[in-house]
């Protein structure tokens, strides 16, 4: 069984910036597409940044020109960089990773904007 696991969330100011890691704990897991989504209290959860095995990304539009995912694929980490952080960022942070149809979850990350 793999594991997701994250860190790098906390508390952070608006405008400030902060990066998310996630390490998988096998090495020989290769997902196809790793990740992040994040859950706001009373709203559904959302993806936030998408990066595939040859190094495509997507991004929601809200997070657009903030926010960088990148892969570190001899290592089975995914990270992602926020910047100018608002908060309606505010939110509970998910790794993902998918591989052959199965999805795999992080414990989630806490990340709170606020002056």
């Known amino acids: 069984q793999v594991q997701l696991v994250e860190s790098g969330g906390g508390l952070v100011q608006p405008g400030g910036s902060l990066r998310l890691s996630c390490a998988a704990s096998r090495s020989t897991f290769a997902p196809n597409v790793m990740a992040w989504y994040r859950q706001a209290p009373g709203k559904q959860r959302e993806l936030v940044a998408i990066i595939t095995s040859s190094g495509s990304t997507n991004y929601a539009d809200s997070v657009k020109g903030r926010f960088t995912i990148s892969r570190d694929g001899a290592e089975n980490s995914v990270y992602l960089q926020m910047s100018s952080l608002k908060p309606e960022d505010t939110a509970v942070y998910y790794c993902?990773?998918?591989?052959?149809?199965?999805?795999?979850w992080g414990q989630g990350t806490q990340v709170t904007v606020s002056s």
């Open positions: 993902n990773a998918r591989l052959a149809a199965v999805n795999y």
